[in-house]
């Protein structure tokens, strides 16, 4: 089964869910004010750098886990955030600007090297 309130619908694959909030963000896209714009833009604009996200305030985390051969989408607490960032690389992390929060997502790229952790 999947997380209440995760945004991911009973049996919908990772695939799925992420061509569902494509297509909702092409909707909200459209009816966008300049304020909310300017801040999804922002909000992306800092994305852009792949920082883990603050234990104390930002985006949501959501990663994806495989469970019974199904990946669930499960939201992070705060302070399990930073644990999980470095284990995944950039094309593993999706972004939403629209809606300020990351998921983390192995299947987008199996194959993926993940990066040393660095302390910056």
Same mark, same amino acid.
């Given at each position: 089964p999947v997380?209440?309130?995760?945004?991911?619908?009973?049996?919908q694959s990772y695939i799925e869910f992420f061509a569902r909030r494509e297509e909702r963000n092409k909707a909200k896209l459209a009816a966008e004010t300049?304020?909310?714009?300017?801040?999804?833009?922002?909000?992306?604009?800092a994305a852009e750098k792949q920082h883990c996200p603050s234990a104390k305030k930002g985006?949501?985390?959501?990663?994806?886990?495989k469970? *019974?051969?199904f990946w669930?989408?499960?939201l992070l607490?705060? *302070?399990?955030?930073?644990?999980?960032?470095?284990?995944?690389?950039?094309?593993?992390?999706?972004?939403?600007?629209f809606k300020n929060?990351?998921?983390?997502?192995?299947?987008?790229?199996p194959h993926a090297t993940v990066p040393c952790d660095d302390d910056d």
């Open positions: 997380e209440r309130h995760s945004g991911q619908s009973e049996g300049p304020e909310n714009r300017q801040k999804r833009l922002s909000r992306l604009q985006a949501r985390v959501y990663i994806w886990e469970i *019974n051969d669930v989408r499960k607490q705060r *302070n399990e955030v930073e644990d999980e960032w470095g284990d995944f690389a950039p094309s593993q992390r999706i972004f939403d600007p929060e990351w998921d983390l997502c192995e299947p987008l790229d």
